[in-house]
């Protein structure tokens, strides 16, 4: 096409991948490097990553527009946008005829090459003067008196010899001459990515390797395979469409198929006609079979051609390895269920399709039905949300959707009932699981409590029986399968749920309860035992086993709630214990010590969330009804008192809560010894109340000998001994010992990332205290660098006007003014201040502190009037310093 070799980069939306495979074959072919995601970047890569360091090695981005490409949430956006911005170096190609309005305002202006409704010859040469306007003729041009033969047309660019490898033009009059396939659903969304993905796969091979696309009912695997069909149709010769779920059957459509390409003998019989039909594919390279539905692979391989086309399967069988490459299909992204809901009911925002789609669990055919439903008026999202939790097998069964055979309760119960009579192990399994959260079920919670379940009808010894269980309801579609866990999705255990008769739900509610009971990991406070927690907590929470009317799952149901309080996931602590106590104390009383446990639990989380007077309340509720109940010394007492002590020093009342945990600790020493981590928990309280009075030499020894017991008898990376470590350093930094209060919260740091992760409140605490001790020793660039990445975690994670995330705002707000920053700090403390006068009233000390740093940045701005205003009404009120750790 050119003398001069050039790299470009080819944008383009998912929908349009056959035109960039076309003009990325072509434009290599004139000897140019391009740029293609789907053949340079793998699985895995960072996306932004590799777009970023593509615009940059590109001479020039090859935009192919269609209306999809302008089409919002696409990173087509961010590729042309960066294109026109470094040097504009877009060269745009019109896939589809567009008008101005169609376009943003910037690329509207811009000259652009049409490629649609041309042949494929012509399509090329307008491909090669896009590529080449702009650049000077390497000839001399022809002169313009020249008169041209009548009829004469400008010369147009060679097509290259036809090949299995060269795409074809797309939209050319290269279609199937072969068709079979039924027409194209006009509402399908999504699965870019799974499209992309399956046609990398079927054209990397250099033989004709099947691939089976399998999953459960209703994920949408014959509609994936009906949009290939139609997107990539005129890159194949025949496209043939089988249904498959008969295996006799498919040699008569094989025969079909035959007679259409003149192979059919009538004297023949059906197999003799596939055979040749095979024989004859073995010829052909531009082939695409798609047995539908296919799901007995020993049934199906005799079947499949061996040629170099393309084989596509679609099943609910999993099992197709040595037959096939298989490859599953998961429910829709949420991304892709808002996108499929919105485009189908009008009016829906992004709350209501995101509930929805939760509430179905991403099921492309559960939305469909839905949306058919809600669509025609039939039915109000309100009332379907309603139906859906009390009727669910009833509405599920309304509302068939285009290209499904059956709605999503029939697709269930017809799968349950032709393996009820085969294998009733399976479906009591089914049952059973019904009961418990759409999560993983990890294999061993039932192998270790099997003799104790009673509704499973096998041989307790058999080491087999779970797997021989499990294998059917893979192969029907019914469970996604793990090699240590399985997995029932929420729409299937619904209908289960409510096929089961009422004699036998108490007893498989008794075995689920034994279950998840038998599934405790041990110690909620070990990190070591979080991972079992996580996959636990899920099923303990769900709410058609009712787990807080079990009297066995309340021992597991309270540790839950203490492993999701120490491992910082504080909302749903708060959901979890707000439920069980209010549950408890209807069916237990008040005073019972289930109920009183879980009120602590609930105090925990809800001071963690940072609602210290309703915190207050809760603690001194419980503290009160401990000493009546158990008496002034008993441990659960005095954990209450710990308790109350901490929320009074949240509020201020350094005090009186320095009162309560001397007392408290004093109690612990003569109970539970001076090294029970008990103690050593209120010896730690009692340093952190001296720390807030100003007296941090006395802090800083008590904290010294709490450490020091702490690393002998829990260990340098539990948990209570890391807080201890970042104490200690808290105090080094108030006693001026910066350099060595910094290696402290660097080491605690690194342990803490290491067995927290970056995102845990008490990671980002100790980062918190490391950029003010960084900032004190003068390094405001590196600390203003940490806080920042602090805050927006922080806000993230526990939102905007937590205290923690407040203190870290207000502290960014001092580090911008010591770069000398002083508007920017102004701004945010002022934000800071508003928020913490709502949350924590005008006489807490962090709002103290606010006012006071608020006003010195007014006065830096040139405003001194108005710090004093501001400074007037806190003339009995002392700031405690200008930073705060924590």
């Known amino acids: ?233 005129d890159q194949y010769d025949v496209v043939w469409w089988i249904d498959a779920e008969q295996p006799d059957e498919i040699p008569v459509h094989y025969t079909e198929l035959a007679h259409r390409l003149g192979l059919a003998k009538p004297d023949a019989g059906a197999e003799a006609n596939a055979r040749a039909l095979l024989s004859h594919l073995d010829t052909l390279d531009r082939w695409l079979l798609i047995l539908d539905n296919a799901e007995d692979p020993a049934q199906v391989e005799p079947w499949l051609a061996q040629g170099p086309g393309h084989t596509l399967i679609t099943s609910r069988n999993p099992n197709w390895a040595g037959t096939a490459r298989a490859t599953p299909l998961n429910v829709f992204t949420r991304t892709d269920s808002l996108t499929y809901l919105q485009g189908r009911v009008g009016g829906m925002d992004d709350e209501q399709a995101d509930t929805l789609a939760a509430d179905l669990g991403d099921l492309p055919l559960a939305l469909a039905q839905a949306a058919g439903v809600i669509a025609n008026g039939g039915v109000s999202l309100g009332l379907y949300h309603q139906l859906l939790a009390t009727n669910t097998t009833r509405i599920l069964e309304r509302g068939g959707a285009p290209g499904y055979p059956a709605p999503v309760a029939a697709t269930v119960t017809i799968a349950v009932d032709r393996l009820t009579d085969e294998h009733p192990d399976a479906i009591a399994l089914l049952r059973l699981v019904a009961l418990l959260g759409p999560e993983p079920i990890r294999n061993a919670w039932l192998e270790s409590v099997r003799p104790r379940l009673t509704t499973i009808p096998v041989d307790s010894d058999d080491p087999m029986w779970l797997h021989e269980a499990l294998s059917p309801l893979s192969r029907y579609g019914l469970a996604r399968t793990e090699p240590e866990s399985f997995q029932i999705h929420r729409l299937t255990q619904a209908v289960l749920r409510d096929q089961s008769l009422p004699d036998q739900s108490a007893a498989i509610r008794r075995d689920a309860t034994a279950l998840l009971s038998a599934a405790n990991p041990g110690d909620p406070q070990s990190p070591g035992n979080w991972p079992g927690w996580a996959a636990l907590t899920p099923h303990l929470t769900a709410q058609h086993l009712a787990p807080t009317e079990q009297p066995e799952l309340r021992p597991t149901l309270l540790d839950a709630a203490h492993y999701l309080i120490r491992s910082g996931q504080t909302r749903t602590a708060r959901d979890l214990t707000a439920t069980a106590h209010a549950a408890w104390a209807t069916d237990l009383g008040e005073d019972h010590p289930d109920t009183l446990t879980s009120a602590q639990f609930l105090g925990h989380a809800t001071a963690d969330l940072g609602e210290h007077a309703e915190a207050r309340r809760i603690i001194e509720d419980t503290l009160t009804r401990r000493r009546r109940t158990l008496g002034d010394d008993h441990p659960d007492t005095l954990q209450s008192a710990n308790d109350f002590a901490n929320v009074l020093d949240n509020l201020g009342e350094h005090t009186e809560s320095h009162r309560i945990i001397e007392d408290t600790l004093t109690r612990r020493r003569r109970t539970l010894g001076d090294d029970h981590p008990h103690t050593l928990q209120s010896a730690h309280n009692l340093a952190a109340s001296l720390h807030h009075l100003g007296e941090h030499t006395e802090s800083r020894r008590i904290l010294e000998d709490t450490l020091t017991r702490q690393r002998r008898t829990l260990g340098d990376d ?132 606010a006012t006071h740093s608020l006003a010195k940045a007014l006065i830096a701005v040139g405003k001194p009037f108005a710090a004093q205003r501001l400074l007037a009404p806190q003339k009995q009120k002392k700031s405690r310093s200008r930073r705060k750790r924590r």
């Open 1 to 233: 096409m050119t003398d001069h070799a050039q790299q470009f980069f080819i944008s383009y939306a998912g929908t349009d991948r056959a035109w960039a495979e076309w003009v990325g074959w072509h434009l290599e072919q004139a000897g140019h490097r391009v740029i293609l995601d789907v053949w340079d970047w793998r699985t895995g890569d960072n996306l932004v990553q590799r777009m970023d360091e593509a615009l940059e090695r590109a001479d020039a981005v090859i935009a192919l527009f269609s209306t999809s490409y302008f089409e919002d949430e696409r990173w087509t956006t961010e590729e042309w946008t960066a294109a026109v911005a470094h040097r504009d170096r877009l060269i745009p190609l019109a896939l589809e005829p567009l008008t101005t309005s169609d376009l943003p305002r910037v690329l509207a202006a811009k000259l652009r090459k049409n490629l649609h409704g041309l042949d494929e010859s012509a399509a090329l040469t307008a491909l090669r003067e896009a590529v080449n306007s702009g650049s000077r003729p390497s000839a001399p041009p022809p002169f313009p008196g020249t008169v041209p033969a009548a009829g004469a047309l400008p010369a147009a660019a060679p097509v290259p010899a036809a090949g299995r490898n060269r795409p074809r033009l797309p939209g050319s009059a290269e279609q199937p001459r072969v068709w079979s396939v039924r027409r194209r659903n006009p509402d399908f969304a999504g699965r870019e990515t799974e499209i992309a993905r399956l046609r990398e796969s079927l054209m990397q091979e250099s033989k004709a390797v099947p691939q089976a696309l399998h999953g459960m009912g209703g994920v949408g695997k014959t509609q994936l395979a009906l949009e290939y069909a139609h997107r990539f149709a």
């Open 718 to 849: 539990h948990l209570d001994t890391l807080q201890s470590a970042h104490s200690i350093a808290a105090s080094l930094h108030h006693l001026g010992e910066h350099t060595e209060s910094v290696r402290m919260d660097q080491e605690t740091l690194a342990r803490l990332r290491r067995i927290l992760g970056d995102d845990h409140p008490d990671t980002l605490q100790s980062a918190h205290n490391l950029a003010v001790t960084l900032h004190d020793l003068g390094e405001h660039t590196e600390a203003r660098r940490i806080i920042e990445d602090i805050l927006t975690r922080q806000r993230r994670i526990l939102g905007d006007d937590h205290p923690h995330t407040l203190q870290s705002a207000h502290n960014l707000a001092v580090t911008l003014h010591s770069l000398r920053q002083y508007a920017a700090a102004a701004q945010l403390l002022d934000d800071v201040r508003n928020r913490l006068r709502r949350t924590l009233g005008d006489d807490h000390p962090d709002t103290v502190d």
